[in-house]
């Protein structure tokens, strides 16, 4: 086993020492990476000559801002984002695109930039075999979209996006649709494809699929298996019961801005609520900083101090206090916990890194991965030579994700607007332009490491922890998903 696996199958107790430390962080710049705005100076520091290809640069990297974040052109001319660049390029004389040049020039060869990374890491599927990735799901409007994507060891890619409403229920109209997107990757390049969907549907046009096409597997994501186990334990009458007491905890302090700040207080600004980038680990997640945080609570509403007895003057009080106090919600939470964190452990670990999570799941296949590897490594020329098939086929199958799409976590809202009709022809061949950029450019930022960040709708999934009647909540559950609705 490689000596740098992180342990991902950890007690619930592994988290209590992250907790305690300091969010603080150094804030000045990165070294060697590359500047928002390209300085024009020369070696004395004086503003040198204007160079067209570095303006150039500099005005594309605006664009790209611009375009990655979905921002409006005309923001351009904003005094505020003017003030921004002129601060951070620090300097008085620079030149920043206009709205014409960031629609016209600038837009056009971003996306022809983009074609042209598309292109090398489509070369590549011949040699190292790829995965289709599937991302399904229903809008407000009832229609069943998909996005497809591509994904090999050179990188992932956004193909296109559908309207797949006529082919939902209707085998045949699934699979010719289906054949087409194999037909358009290339059959040969495909080693498996990966689904958003468990619904019997989807599992029948999957087994007719590998049987048309033998070599390719049709599959479920890894983590979608995971969280299916989660949402499953959240059913179990001892799992529900504890979690529904957790959650009057969570409420209460929720709702009471001066208990929350008195426990932030004594947890260096953390609380109790986890935002995560996959609802189904959000309940044990925060269950687990309920337990680590067990003397805290605590005092705060078993002691004798007198911020005690005011939090506890009330029935909703009283109530907290009876939980605390209570023997059985405690040994709940602890067997909640041994059963669940180290679930959750392998999607937080899946979500911080991109490829090969497959080996760290499943210990046995990782073992013969490791040999199959180690045989090929070795006896490269005897395998090599004698059965060249066998150790390309070896490669091509060891190489591909066992995740799904939905870890990208794409703006489905792109796609919907893509697929509404109305457009004049060059209007829609734009708003295509424009969301095969941004997508290829999320995913690029994703295979980077740089969009570790959680999204205001990932954190707002944790109403139910906050308040007893949610205004709305409109997600699907994994356990609710059917046909083409999505797994998130």
């Given amino acids: 086993m490689d000596a740098a696996r992180p342990a991902i199958i950890q007690t619930y107790g592994s988290r209590a020492g992250k907790r305690r430390k300091s969010a603080s962080s150094e804030t000045s710049g990165v070294e060697g990476s590359p500047s928002f705005i390209k300085r024009l100076e020369n070696p ?29 052109v005309n923001a351009v001319h904003s005094p505020s984002f003017q003030s921004m660049i002129s601060l951070c390029s620090g300097q ?37 075999g790829c995965s289709i990735l599937l991302d399904g799901w229903t809008d407000a409007k009832g229609r069943h979209l998909i996005n497809i994507l591509v994904d ?116 260096d600004g953390n609380g109790l609520l986890v935002a995560s980038k996959t609802r189904s680990t959000q309940p044990f997640s925060t269950l687990e900083n309920i337990v680590l945080e067990k003397e805290t609570l605590k005092t705060l509403f078993l002691s004798s101090d007198p911020r005690s007895s005011a939090f506890t003057s009330t029935a909703e009080g009283k109530n907290v206090a009876g939980v605390l106090a209570d023997r059985t919600f405690w040994n709940g939470a602890t067997t909640v916990l041994k059963a669940a964190i180290p679930l959750v452990r392998v999607i937080e670990w899946m979500n911080m890194h991109n490829k090969d999570q497959m080996g760290y799941i499943y210990e046995t ?42 870890k990208f976590q794409l703006k489905r809202s792109l796609a919907e607007m893509m697929l509404t009709k109305g457009r004049s022809q060059a209007e829609q061949k734009r708003v295509i332009d424009v969301v095969f950029l941004r997508y ?9 490491g740089k969009t570790d960040y959680i999204a205001p709708i990932e954190v707002s999934r944790m109403d139910d922890w906050v308040m007893n009647n949610p205004s709305q ?16």
């Fill in 44 to 72: 004395q520091g004086s503003i040198a000559a204007t160079d067209d290809s570095s303006i150039n640069d500099a005005k594309k990297r605006i664009g790209r801002f611009i375009y990655e974040n979905g921002l409006d």
């Fill in 92 to 128: 008085t004389n620079y030149q920043i695109p206009t709205s014409q040049e960031l629609r016209g020039w600038i837009f056009k060869d971003a996306v022809k930039e983009m074609r042209e990374n598309v292109k090398k890491i489509r070369s590549s599927w011949a040699d190292t």
């Fill in 152 to 267: 090999s060891p050179e990188g992932t890619v956004y193909l296109c996006s559908f309207d797949i409403s006529d082919c939902i229920e209707n085998m045949d109209a699934m699979q010719s649709f289906i054949s087409k997107v194999l037909v358009e990757v290339g059959i040969g390049n495909v080693v498996q494809i990966i689904t958003y969907s468990t619904s019997a549907f989807m599992k029948e046009v999957g087994k007719q699929l590998m049987e048309k096409y033998r070599p390719i597997f049709w599959t479920v994501s890894s983590s979608c298996c995971i969280e299916l186990m989660l949402e499953k334990l959240t059913r179990v009458n001892l799992i529900k019961e504890t979690l529904e007491k957790a959650k009057t905890i969570t409420r209460f302090i929720h709702s009471h801005p001066d208990v929350l700040k008195h426990l932030q207080d004594q947890t």
């Fill in 365 to 406: 296949i990782d073992q013969a991965k490791e040999t199959i590897k180690d045989e090929f490594k070795n006896k490269k020329y005897q395998y090599g030579g004698q059965c060249p098939e066998l150790q390309k086929l070896a490669i091509r199958i060891l190489s591909q994700t066992c995740d799904g799409a939905s």
């Fill in 440 to 448: 290829n450019m999320q995913l690029q930022n994703f295979a980077s």
């Fill in 473 to 488: 909540n409109n997600d699907t559950t994994l356990m609710e998903v059917d046909g083409g609705d999505t797994i998130d």
